[in-house]
Nanobody, 117 residues
Framework: VRLEESGGGLVNSGEPLTLSCKAS????????IGWFRQAPGFLREGVGC???????TFPDSVKGRFAISRDNAKNTAYLRIDSLIPDDTAVYYC????????????WGPGTHVTVSS
């Protein structure tokens, strides 16, 4: 099992960013993919999830700015963030479930996003 995030970096406030989560070693089509983030000094939080049927859910805190999609042919899920703000600075992770309760091997190592003001 392997998940790997990419697309992070240093971005300016107000710009958009798309992160990718490339998966391998399991039946990607059969799993939900959750996106999470952890900012320095804060607990990890969920920022959205896409289920196997394509249904997406988001917490109220990011609704309207975050979008999630998946390409099952590429075993890849995407997190798009519009209008980045400094509070979006965090390490972003993907996992093969929506609740974040999977064992560590079902998580990616994370990708850093830093938003400059």
């Amino acid at each position: 099992v392997r998940l790997e995030e990419s697309g992070g970096g240093l971005v300016n406030s107000g710009e958009p960013l798309t992160l990718s989560c490339k998966a391998s070693g399991f039946a990607f089509n059969d799993y939900s993919i959750g996106w999470f983030r952890q900012a320095p000094g804060f607990l990890r939080e969920g920022v959205g999830c896409i289920r196997r049927d394509g249904t997406v859910t988001f917490p109220d805190s990011v609704k309207g700015r975050f979008a999630i999609s998946r390409d099952n042919a590429k075993n890849t899920a995407y997190l798009r963030i519009d209008s980045l703000i400094p509070d979006d600075t965090a390490v972003y992770y993907c996992a093969a479930d929506c609740l974040g309760t999977s064992p560590m091997e079902w998580w990616g190592p994370g990708t850093h996003v830093t938003v400059s003001s």
